[in-house]
């Protein structure tokens, strides 16, 4: 085996000190030959050079003087562990002895101690190990019950990663509703130009045309999606009231069932337009309130007599997305807070098929600071939807932005470059295993390079993202051509 440096001082359990007799970089996986145990797969989690240059002959160096340096190259590796016959992997019970040799890791080794096994039927491609030719595919059914989150700055690559997620689920006839704030993912009909990279991953250039259906509210602005509207008619007058904007329930449920039992008993199919009149003829300050929050919901056009039915919406094996590009934030929580609430309700009485829920920008959703319409409803899924079948996806540029309980609730996260402090801090608080080492390697990661936690791995794995074989729909707008 390649021998690359020795083990010396103190030696805990989960770390050790190694002094490198040549380059070895940050992230490389190790192995160190314990007499207990056999090889024990180790990482290299930090670098530095120590030397016994002085500030008095650094100046001397300066000035020309030939002063010579005497360095070391110190490296601090963490354990991974190894397989016991077979078993689970382990991590030493004994330290290693100060002197010992450590090596390169061979890709058998890191393939058995890492569980970079092919999952014929379960598996989601997304890439190979950083430095290897090794898959990493992520457990679908882990993604389903642990819910996963995507977490990048602006221009790190969210939304292509993403959409090689989506493409994994639609190949395994997984049912999914994606979210999508800015009318990206409609390019998941497409396929791909094939490039050189696309044969290094192994992947074929192939479009979802006939897996994919597009719905908006506003078809005016985003032609290729069919109208998404509500039926007024199967809205609980709670529901009604969270489409109003109006929080009080005490106050405003009464008076409004009063309203929908008026214009329901002389117009069944009736409209928001009916509700509005009947408003008007009410006397006080709360029906000028229900009114004028009335007069609201009739601009949004998300109310209809008959609206899009669960079963247009929800077709198992394909993936919906809600294109809700051009529509107005608050609207946008509106259509958000309807249509996971129904996922919800109607999945816990298996009404529809076991589906994955995707929100893009998930921090205007279910924000930290504040609330959104829709808040409520995405914890709720977040903490219990796991139970009924429902798997939760958030995609967000800001960590640190979003509801902290909804993201403790993603058991894999995909970690693409970041760099805000604030975003770091709220990433490392919700990772367990995540080492200072890791943190500072998330700040400089290359695009295209993620940090993959969880999705069936028992440590965390930099991931070369694979290219996608659909077309990316989320390119940067070029205001000046090359």
Same mark, same amino acid.
């Given at each position: 085996?390649?021998?690359?440096?020795?083990?010396?001082?103190?030696?805990?359990?989960?770390?050790?000190?190694?002094?490198? *007799?040549?380059?070895?970089?940050?992230?490389?996986?190790?192995?160190?030959?314990?007499?207990?145990?056999?090889?024990?797969?180790?990482?290299?989690?930090?670098?530095?050079?120590?030397?016994?240059?002085?500030?008095?002959?650094?100046?001397?160096?300066?000035?020309?003087?030939?002063?010579?340096? #005497?360095?070391?190259?110190?490296?601090?590796?963490?354990?991974?562990?190894?397989?016991?016959?077979?078993?689970?992997?382990?991590?030493?019970?004994?330290?290693?002895?100060?002197?010992?040799?450590?090596?390169?890791?061979?890709?058998?080794?890191?393939?058995?101690?890492?569980?970079?096994?092919?999952?014929?039927?379960?598996?989601?491609?997304?890439?190979? +190990?950083?430095?290897?030719?090794?898959?990493?595919?992520?457990?679908?059914?882990?993604?389903?019950?642990? #819910?996963?989150?995507?977490?990048?700055?602006?221009?790190?690559?969210?939304?292509?990663?993403?959409?090689?997620?989506?493409?994994?689920?639609?190949?395994?006839?997984?049912?999914?509703?994606?979210?999508?704030? #800015?009318?990206?993912?409609?390019?998941?009909?497409?396929?791909?130009?094939?490039?050189?990279?696309?044969? @290094?991953?192994?992947?074929?250039?192939?479009?979802?045309?006939?897996?994919?259906?597009?719905?908006?509210?506003?078809?005016?602005?985003?032609?290729?999606?069919?109208?998404?509207?509500?039926?007024?008619? #199967?809205?609980?007058?709670?529901?009604?009231?969270?489409?109003?904007?109006? &929080?009080?329930?005490?106050?405003?449920?009464?008076?409004?069932?009063?309203?929908?039992?008026?214009?329901?008993?002389?117009?069944?199919?009736?409209?928001?337009?009916?509700?509005?009149?009947?408003?008007? @003829?009410?006397?006080?300050?709360?029906?000028?309130?229900?009114?004028? @929050?009335?007069?609201?919901?009739?601009? &949004?056009?998300?109310?209809?007599?008959?609206? &899009?039915?669960?079963?247009?919406?929800?077709?198992?094996?394909?993936?919906?997305?809600?294109?809700?590009?051009?529509?107005?934030?608050?609207?946008?929580?509106?259509?958000?807070?309807?249509?996971?609430? %129904?996922?919800?309700?109607?999945?816990?009485?298996?009404?529809?098929?076991?589906?994955?829920?995707?929100?893009?920008?998930?921090? *205007?959703?279910?924000?930290?600071?504040? %609330?959104?319409?829709?808040?409520?409803?995405?914890?709720?899924?977040?903490?219990?939807?796991?139970?009924?079948? +429902?798997?939760?996806?958030?995609?967000?540029?800001?960590?640190? @932005?979003?509801?902290?309980?909804?993201?403790?609730?993603?058991?894999?996260?995909?970690?693409?470059?970041? %760099?805000?402090?604030?975003?770091?801090?709220?990433?490392?608080?919700?990772?367990?295993?995540?080492?200072?080492?890791?943190?500072?390697?998330?700040?400089?990661?290359?695009?295209?390079?993620?940090?993959? %936690?969880?999705?069936?791995?028992?440590?965390?794995?930099?991931?070369?993202?694979?290219?996608?074989? &659909?077309?990316?729909?989320?390119?940067?707008?070029?205001?000046?051509?090359?």
């Amino acid at each position: 085996m390649d021998e690359v440096g020795r083990i010396f001082g103190d030696v805990g359990l989960g770390q050790f000190q190694l002094s490198l *007799n040549r380059p070895v970089e940050r992230g490389e996986y190790l192995t160190v030959d314990d007499e207990m145990n056999g090889h024990v797969l180790c990482q290299l989690d930090d670098l530095r050079r120590k030397s016994d240059l002085d500030l008095e002959r650094a100046d001397a160096l300066g000035r020309g003087a030939d002063t010579p340096i #005497h360095e070391n190259l110190i490296g601090i590796a963490r354990i991974i562990g190894f397989h016991d016959s077979g078993g689970p992997v382990r991590v030493p019970t004994i330290p290693f002895r100060p002197g010992a040799k450590v090596f390169r890791a061979d890709e058998g080794l890191i393939a058995d101690v890492l569980g970079l096994k092919k999952h014929a039927n379960s598996g989601a491609y997304v890439g190979l +190990l950083r430095g290897h030719d090794l898959r990493i595919e992520l457990d679908i059914n882990t993604l389903f019950q642990r #819910h996963m989150s995507v977490l990048a700055k602006t221009g790190g690559g969210k939304s292509y990663l993403l959409g090689v997620i989506v493409e994994e689920l639609l190949r395994h006839k997984v049912t999914c509703v994606i979210i999508d704030p #800015h009318g990206e993912y409609g390019s998941l009909r497409f396929a791909a130009e094939k490039n050189g990279h696309h044969q @290094r991953f192994g992947v074929e250039s192939q479009g979802f045309a006939s897996r994919v259906l597009e719905f908006s509210p506003d078809v005016t602005l985003n032609t290729s999606a069919k109208p998404l509207t509500f039926s007024l008619r #199967h809205l609980d007058p709670r529901d009604l009231l969270v489409f109003m904007g109006l &929080t009080n329930v005490k106050n405003f449920l009464g008076p409004l069932k009063k309203l929908l039992e008026e214009v329901g008993a002389s117009t069944p199919d009736y409209s928001v337009k009916d509700l509005i009149r009947a408003a008007e @003829r009410g006397e006080g300050a709360l029906f000028e309130t229900l009114h004028e @929050r009335l007069e609201y919901v009739d601009q &949004t056009k998300l109310l209809a007599p008959q609206g &899009t039915s669960l079963t247009e919406l929800v077709v198992e094996g394909k993936a919906s997305l809600v294109n809700l590009r051009g529509v107005a934030p608050d609207v946008q929580e509106l259509v958000v807070a309807r249509i996971a609430t %129904t996922l919800f309700e109607n999945r816990k009485k298996q009404k529809i098929p076991p589906l994955f829920l995707v929100i893009e920008e998930a921090h *205007n959703f279910a924000p930290q600071q504040g %609330t959104a319409a829709c808040s409520r409803i995405l914890k709720n899924i977040a903490s219990e939807g796991r139970k009924f079948g +429902l798997g939760l996806c958030v995609v967000t540029q800001r960590a640190a @932005r979003i509801d902290k309980s909804v993201l403790s609730q993603c058991n894999t996260q995909l970690i693409l470059q970041v %760099t805000n402090p604030l975003d770091l801090k709220a990433i490392a608080q919700s990772i367990e295993g995540l080492t200072p080492g890791m943190t500072e390697m998330i700040q400089g990661l290359p695009v295209g390079t993620a940090l993959v %936690t969880g999705g069936g791995y028992h440590t965390p794995l930099f991931c070369e993202v694979r290219p996608r074989s &659909t077309r990316h729909g989320g390119e940067s707008v070029r205001v000046v051509p090359n």
